[in-house]
């Protein structure tokens, strides 16, 4: 599989939360009908970095079609990263891999998910709350119970009495019955 021809590009959906056309990079090792896995990248920055959105997709397709394997890799923005890519944000990621399944061979059964940072703690979130939409996750350098997120200088995350039922419900450590069913799935 040639390597030299994988361009990836910026495309637009239209967001059902406000109507605006929302972006996300796209790049797929061929455009064949054969269903490929679609690998889905969420961290933080991509608003910031739209051109560096789509080097990021062109570099994971081609480290696939280096291997000989096909995939098509997608970097959806979650709305910017105060989203955490939750609300607004995990509407984002689900609509963005909807719209890449409307115009690529996807197959259903082999969408990942993965994330750095932020994008990790989100990579949990969203195998924690969506098992049936992700058949694998790589979350690196990102919390799965919000009691363990970090503030630089080792204090944790503020929180009042009233955020607690807000963070658990959030936290991917609390829904490990999902996570086991994703795990033995």
């Known amino acids: 599989m040639s390597t030299s021809k994988l361009t990836g590009r910026l495309e637009y959906f239209r967001s059902g ?27 933080p920055g991509a608003m910031k970095d739209l051109p560096g959105c789509v080097s990021q997709v062109e570099d994971m397709a081609r480290v696939a079609a280096d291997h000989g394997l096909s995939c098509v890799a997608l970097r959806a923005t979650g709305r910017g990263s105060g989203s955490v890519y939750q609300n607004y944000g995990e509407v ?7 719209h890449v399944k409307a115009h690529y061979a996807i197959d259903d059964d082999r969408i ?7 994008g990790g703690a989100a990579t949990w979130y969203l195998i924690s709350h969506y098992p049936d939409v992700f058949a694998a996750a790589a979350p690196y350098c990102g919390y799965c119970d919000y009691r363990l997120w970090e503030k630089p ?6 929180m009042h009495e009233w955020e607690e039922a807000s963070w658990r419900a959030r936290s991917a450590v609390f829904l490990i019955d999902n ?5 033995s799935g």
């Open 17 to 43: 939360i406000d109507g605006t056309e929302a972006p996300c990079a796209v790049c797929a090792t061929d455009t064949t009908d054969e269903p490929k896995p679609l690998i889905v990248e969420v961290s």
């Open 112 to 118: 990942s998910v993965t994330g750095a940072s932020m």
């Open 179 to 183: 996570l086991a069913f994703w795990l």
């Open 92 to 98: 984002d990621v689900l609509e963005a891999i909807e």
């Open 153 to 158: 200088g080792g204090s944790t995350f503020h």
